[in-house]
T-cell receptor, first 112, second 113 residues
Framework: SQTIHQWPATLVQPVGSPLSLECTVE??????LYWYRQAAGRGLQLLFY??????ISSEVPQNLSASRPQDRQFILSSKKLLLSDSGFYLC???????????FGPGTRLLVL | QKEVEQNSGPLSVPEGAIASLNCTYS??????FFWYRQYSGKSPELIMF????GDKEDGRFTAQLNKASQYVSLLIRDSQPSDSATYLC?????????????FGGGTRVLVKP
């Protein structure tokens, strides 16, 4: 069966510090991968998606970036965090022939 | 206009009653629709999806799709306190690059014992 992992689970970072969040998927090959952000009490905002290694599409211009160095690894990064980057970051995967997306456990980020 | 809209709630439902959640979408190119449940502080988990007009039942959950009127609904029968959560509606647009889902803002449901 497929499993999706995210770490860390929670993170408190000062404004201006760098960020690296990691997402890995097990039990599948060539997944489509997605990064979402959910601000407190808000809906899901798609940040990036990837259909393959090294292929990244950005949905919202901001100070975040994403990379996919391996088939089942998706990384979200920032060089300098802003207060507005606080939120719940969710990674999701989708098998190539399906439309359903499955979410990881998420990383809660608080920027102070 | 938001592409997928939901009433934010909260929708208060007595235990044992039917909870009815609605979702409307603006893009007629939307092909399939998904309902996710999200407990406070947790990630969304898939409840069910629907592709065709009509009803689809899975246990206590029934999804209803009406493409002509561009709405999707979710019925929760015999509501339990454990059903208290935020329910997210999502639409998949066939033409969208990357096979993206567009999510509504979610409806918060409170089931009162």
């Amino acid at each position: 069966s497929q499993t999706i992992h995210q770490w860390p689970a929670t993170l408190v970072q000062p404004v201006g510090s760098p960020l690296s969040l990691e997402c890995t998927v097990e039990g599948t090959s060539n997944p489509n991968l997605y990064w979402y952000r959910q601000a407190a009490g808000r809906g899901l905002q798609l940040l990036f998606y990837s259909v393959g290694i090294g292929q990244i599409s950005s949905e919202v211009p901001q100070n975040l970036s994403a990379s996919r160095p391996q088939d089942r690894q998706f990384i979200l990064s920032s060089k300098k965090l802003l207060l507005s980057d606080s939120g719940f970051y969710l990674c999701a995967w989708r098998a190539g022939v399906q439309e359903t997306q499955y979410f990881g456990p998420g990383t809660r980020l608080l920027v102070l | 206009q938001k592409e997928v809209e939901q009433n934010s709630g909260p929708l208060s439902v007595p235990e044992g009653a039917i909870a009815s959640l609605n979702c409307t979408y603006s893009d007629r190119g939307s092909q399939s629709f998904f309902w996710y449940r999200q407990y406070s502080g947790k990630s969304p988990e898939l409840i069910m999806f629907i592709y065709s007009n009509g009803d689809k039942e899975d246990g206590r959950f029934t999804a209803q799709l009406n493409k002509a009127s561009q709405y999707v609904s979710l019925l929760i029968r015999d509501s339990q306190p454990s059903d208290s959560a935020t329910y997210l509606c999502a639409a998949h647009i066939l033409k969208a690059a990357g096979n993206k889902l567009t999510f509504g803002g979610g409806t918060r449901v409170l089931v009162k014992p």
